[in-house]
């Protein structure tokens, strides 16, 4: 299978992460902000399918670095 044709997996818990992170920048900074970054969620997604050794083929997780980690990763997405 060549790399443009592979699949990622993308795990439940990081879809819903997807989703509440694009909401909380849409209710805190508008629609723009939120749309940019689920772009560049999905670009870092065509980049892993493209590039294959840079990690692995299943997103677990989506969280942005700025976030507290440590409770999140113990927690799971808020609802």
Do not use: C
């Amino acid at each position: 299978m060549s790399p443009g044709r592979l699949k990622l997996k993308v795990l439940h818990i990081a879809a819903a992460e997807i989703k509440e992170q694009a909401n909380f920048y849409r209710e805190r900074s508008g629609a723009p902000l939120a749309a940019r970054w689920r772009t560049a969620v999905n670009e870092a997604m065509r980049s892993l399918r493209s590039l294959p050794e840079r990690g692995g083929l299943v997103i677990l997780r989506i969280i942005h670095g700025a976030r507290d980690l440590p409770p999140l990763l113990e927690s799971g997405p808020t609802k």
